[in-house]
């Protein structure tokens, strides 16, 4: 009796981790995630030195050998072949991995942008939530309704009141965009131009594509490398699922309000947010591709004279980092400075580099040198 082996692989377009038996392989299937066609290999690559072994018996030739371990490349059905994985781009994200999805690749995950405890300050957070507001569950569940209509009815606002970032409106604005969310690795949401004298921006988004919204003083004060920065930052907020946290979080706080154990519940969301904006500054890094532009933007932010801010990098850069404070837990974002240094940190480590390489693999804009 034959015994059916099953096997693990991922899809290449959602990274969804997915099981199939032996005998599909070398047909066509369905990912079951985001329904793209894939096109298994013949055969696993763990029986490729069984292969091999088997191949050297039945010939002695080194050609035979050779052939005996030629495998095609997996591929996406519907796909030109020009956009086919190549033996010459063994990392590109179109091929098939097969094993644990913690080896390292250099591809730009969430996973690998997240700093250190904002899954568990969240996945705390909401455990907390959830054993305070049993009696409460009914209300939690309509002020969370509440706060998605009022997020769909702020995207659609703004969307009205709006001006589109496009090739045709905004073609420069428009090019940063494309270029911020090919680095990120990232479908480009619609991107938008608010007509307001503020030095902001934000996304916004709940389980769909999201959106950006620049306003028109931010645009009008920041270089392109900057801008490009704060785009990525937001996108990077969609990327990660932030957007989509956020109402969860609001209608859970509101529910919990005036309860004993709201103080620490709050401050657990508040810790998680703060964890986030460290998150998204290392979005914003692989956007522009240059560590200083990122510290500059951060501090324009606070200091929007452009040197006045240069000289606020060099200072945070050479001082000690300051101690937290009591206003800095109730903060949903941390002080400019630790964002300065941390940002900074960041493109010294490994993980940058890999992903820095990415990223301009998929891009062929020059960056702004400061």
């Known amino acids: 009796m034959r015994t059916r082996i099953k096997y693990w692989f991922f899809c290449p377009c959602c990274d969804r981790r997915i099981s199939a038996p032996s005998k ?4 066509i299937a369905k ?24 191949a050297t018996q039945r010939t002695s030739t080194r050609h035979s050998q050779i052939n005996s371990l030629q495998r095609k490349p997996p591929v996406l059905v519907g796909r030109s072949r020009s956009n086919q994985p190549t033996a010459s781009e063994p990392h590109k994200h179109t091929k098939l991995r097969f094993g644990s999805s913690s080896q390292s690749t250099g591809r730009v995950t969430a ?56 090739a045709t409106t905004f073609p420069e604005l428009h090019q940063l965009s494309v270029e911020a969310a090919k680095r990120l690795e990232m479908h ?14 934000h996304a916004l988004g709940f389980m769909s594509e999201g959106s950006v919204v620049l306003y028109r003083g931010l645009v009008n004060r920041m270089t392109p490398a900057e801008l490009q920065f704060i785009i990525g930052h937001e996108l990077a907020h969609i990327k990660c699922g932030h957007t989509s946290w956020l109402a969860l979080t609001h209608s859970t706080s509101s529910a919990m309000a005036g309860r004993s154990l709201y103080l620490i ?26 560590p200083q532009v990122a510290a500059r933007t951060l501090a324009r932010l606070e200091v929007p004279d452009p040197v006045q801010a240069e000289s606020f990098v060099e200072q945070v850069s050479t001082s000690r980092a300051a101690a937290s404070s009591l206003e800095d837990l109730a903060a949903t974002h941390p002080r400019t400075g ?33």
């Not at 405890?117 to 507001?133: D, K, P, W, Y």
């Not at 240094?341 to 993980?351: G, K």
Request: net charge positive.
């Open 188 to 201: 480009l949401p619609p991107i938008y131009l608010m007509e307001v004298e503020a030095i902001n921006a």
């Open 111 to 166: 996973s690998r942008l997240r700093v250190k405890g904002e899954i568990e300050l969240l996945a705390v957070a909401i455990f907390l939530a959830t054993l305070l507001s049993i009696s409460t569950l009914g209300l939690m569940l309509v002020l969370l309704v509440i706060a998605v209509i009022r997020i769909k009815m702020t995207e659609r606002r703004e969307r009205q009141t709006s001006t589109p970032i496009n």
């Open 31 to 54: 990912c079951p995630a985001c329904r793209t066609k894939i096109q298994l290999p013949a055969s696993h690559p763990a029986h490729a030195d069984a292969t091999q072994t088997e």
């Open 265 to 290: 519940f709050h401050l657990l969301f508040r810790a998680w947010s703060r964890r986030c904006e460290f998150t998204c500054d290392r979005g914003g890094l692989l956007a522009c591709a240059n």
């Open 338 to 370: 630790k964002r300065i240094r941390a940002v900074l940190e960041f493109s010294r480590t490994q993980t940058y580099r890999e992903l820095i390489t990415t990223s301009f693999a998929q891009s062929s804009i020059q960056t702004e040198t400061p």
């Open 24 to 27: 599909v392989f070398g047909k």
